[in-house]
């Protein structure tokens, strides 16, 4: 029985015949998935069937927030959504922060699993066990943050909690996003399948509290955990100061700052202008997620020109790179416009700028024309470009219809070549960090189950000198397959599938994670883990995934990087000459499969897989 930490209760809702039922929570899916992640991809792999069309109503949309949400325990307030993604045709899994993830345990679930497509726009409404399908016809077209008033507006109570989309996701662009305040559940197309399923928003209320198994054991491990923060040289003395900023600045120092299409790092940096002492500058304040001690959300104003007065969230470290650094543009107050446009569209930033920068790259090699631009000069550094082509990707019009579904998408539709320009793996585009100079970075990028994604397996070791659980050279490719996995497992166990913001594992709790989760866990929800057990969890959530892809015809040759990665050495700065040799990809992929257990071609084995209770999955496999 389930003492505390969950509320016992999944809620499934059929939009195609705007039926709701509860569930019970089964105490054998918390302790082996724990939540988050770990419930999202455990339903889908059960109940999306192989071959599945994204965009089509099999295809189920699961918001999971884990048990440390809505609690006291520091940086919780996470949620992962879960579906399989139009963008790569993999799990695609997101997390996002906010009000919105503890507001929907308030409301009573630990889960809520969408199913079906509605026959005409709905909002989803969720007040305290109670459920409702409203109209969404008269906002339909509204941008996200005006989409988010007008509800509570109409639903009288400025306290709900709103998730929604976009123009791109009722577009179905995808790479469109969910947004739930300002906050993005980005990348992997979910606002897309959102979209498909004509759900505009979500929107939630909720008055419960969460309960707690032992309160003085709880108390106790939740205590070491603002320890170990308070006790962090980076957490508040630089995290809750500059948030992901702070990043730029190092990996430029690193020489791993991605600009312009990969094709200038270390050549160009523009870290002068829109690194940590520019982004003070603009600065306004800052904000913070449900009950978090740390606060790392930056608000930021620009101040200058056309864009003078626009005001954003962020831009995060992954925005400063793919709105700037990877198109060529250094002025601040361009990104913070161009970020405040992909929110209110419900454009993921990260793939929208990596497509513009494909863009400019072929442009300025004239491959694309002005004919195909629709007369707009899309060079390096255009800032009014990119601004247009932002709209155009989410309206799908000209030049941004062929964009907006991604860069590999759109390299197969323009040909000549051009697929070797297309920074992605698997069909998502590449993160900020460049890993030809920093490996077990990169070989997390090749491995996650959601394509290239530095949120899986984030290499801390290597970006931050984090010496847990050994310090490594960041340009030796040796070792880094057991590397890999333990991030990657790490991450899952302790971030993804509690929830608790993954910063902190990187920052202040890489020593303390395993010990930390048994420790709340116990406190709060009564179930005993070990520390083993509870990474255990990550390398089962990791499995299961591979297990899915593997269902849907992923191999070896989708763990490959881009070709410039192989070829093309970084030409400037403290990475120079470094990068990513054919022969290295294809050592530390048999290393890291071994590590796993996995076949040569990547494919979990029967042993493994029986290992971890997922034998059902192995007798799929095996059909297949």
């Known amino acids: 029985m389930l003492k505390g930490g969950y509320t016992g209760k999944i809620l499934r809702v059929n939009l195609t015949d705007k039926s709701s039922k509860e569930e019970k929570t089964d105490e054998q899916l918390t302790r082996e998935y724990i939540g988050g992640a770990g419930f999202g991809i455990k339903y889908l792999f059960d109940e999306v069937p192989a071959g599945a069309d994204p965009l ?162 709880y108390k106790e491990a939740v205590s070491a955990m603002r320890k170990d923060l308070k006790e962090s040289p980076v957490a508040y003395p630089m995290f809750s100061v500059h948030g992901s900023v702070l990043a730029l600045d190092t990996t430029s120092e690193l020489g791993i700052f991605s600009t312009k299409n990969w094709t200038a790092t270390g050549v160009w940096d523009p870290v002068k202008k829109i690194g ?32 003078a007065g626009v005001f954003t969230e962020g831009p995060e470290y992954e ?27 419900g454009l993921d930033t990260i793939s929208a700028g990596v497509a513009v920068g494909f863009a400019m790259e072929l442009y300025e090699k004239g491959i694309l024309t002005d004919k195909d631009t629709g007369g707009i000069k899309l060079n390096f550094g255009n800032d009014k470009a990119l601004m247009a082509l932002l709209l155009d990707m989410a309206y799908k019009r000209g030049l941004g219809a062929v964009l907006t579904d991604g860069t590999r998408i759109a390299a197969e539709k323009i040909g000549q070549g051009t697929d070797k320009y297309a920074m992605h793996i698997k069909g998502l585009e590449m993160p900020a960090y460049d890993v030809r100079g920093a490996k077990a970075h990169g070989l997390n990028y090749a491995t996650s189950y959601t394509g290239a994604d530095h949120n899986r397996g984030y290499a801390f070791q290597e970006i931050f000198g984090v010496p847990v659980p050994e310090e490594v050279d960041r340009f030796v490719s040796k070792g880094k397959g057991k590397l890999t996995k333990w991030n990657q497992d790490m991450r899952a166990a302790t971030c993804d599938c509690p929830t608790i913001c993954a910063f902190m594992l990187d920052m202040a709790f890489a020593h303390t994670a395993l010990k930390n989760t048994a420790a709340v866990m116990k406190g709060l929800t009564g179930l005993d883990l070990s520390e083993d057990e509870v990474y255990a969890v990550g ?86």
């Open 276 to 307: 940590m002492d520019a982004n003070q500058e603009q600065k306004i304040g800052r904000t913070r997620c449900y009950n978090c001690p740390v606060g790392c959300s930056q608000l930021k104003l620009a101040r200058g020109g056309e864009y």
């Open 319 to 345: 925005t400063l790179y793919s709105l700037g650094g990877n198109v060529g543009i250094d002025n601040l107050d361009a990104v913070i416009a161009a970020d405040r446009l992909c929110d209110e569209l």
């Open 56 to 217: 089509g109503p099999e295809n189920k949309l699961i918001f999971a927030p884990g048990p440390f949400t809505g609690t006291n325990v520091p940086c919780a307030s996470r949620i992962a959504v879960t579906a399989k993604s139009p963008l790569t045709g993999a799990v695609g899994m997101a997390l996002s922060g906010g009000d919105f993830p503890a507001e929907l345990k308030f409301a009573g679930y630990d889960a809520l699993i969408i199913e079906g497509k509605a026959s005409e726009p709905l909002i989803l409404w969720i007040k305290d066990g109670e459920v409702k399908f409203r109209s969404a016809k008269a906002y339909r077209g509204t941008r996200t943050f005006d989409c988010q008033q007008m509800i509570k507006d109409d639903l009288r109570d400025q306290n709900i909690r709103v998730a929604c989309i976009g123009p791109a996701g009722e577009n179905i662009s995808k790479m469109a996003c969910i947004i739930n305040e300002r906050r993005a559940i980005g990348r992997k197309g979910l606002g897309a399948v959102m979209g498909s399923k004509n759900l505009k928003a979500i929107a939630v209320r909720g008055t419960n509290e969460v309960p707690i198994a032992d309160q003085g054991a």
């Open 539 to 624: 390398e089962r959530v990791n499995n299961l995934a591979r297990a899915f892809n593997v269902r849907e015809g992923f191999t070896r040759d989708d763990d490959h990087f881009p070709e410039r990665l192989l070829t093309e050495p970084i030409q400037g700065g403290n990475s120079k000459g470094q990068y990513i040799k054919p022969e290295e990809q294809e050592e530390m992929l048999d290393e890291y499969y071994e590590a796993r257990g996995w076949t040569p071609e990547g494919v979990p084995t029967a042993g493994k897989l029986d290992e971890l209770n997922l034998g059902y999955a192995a007798a799929l496999l095996k059909r297949k």
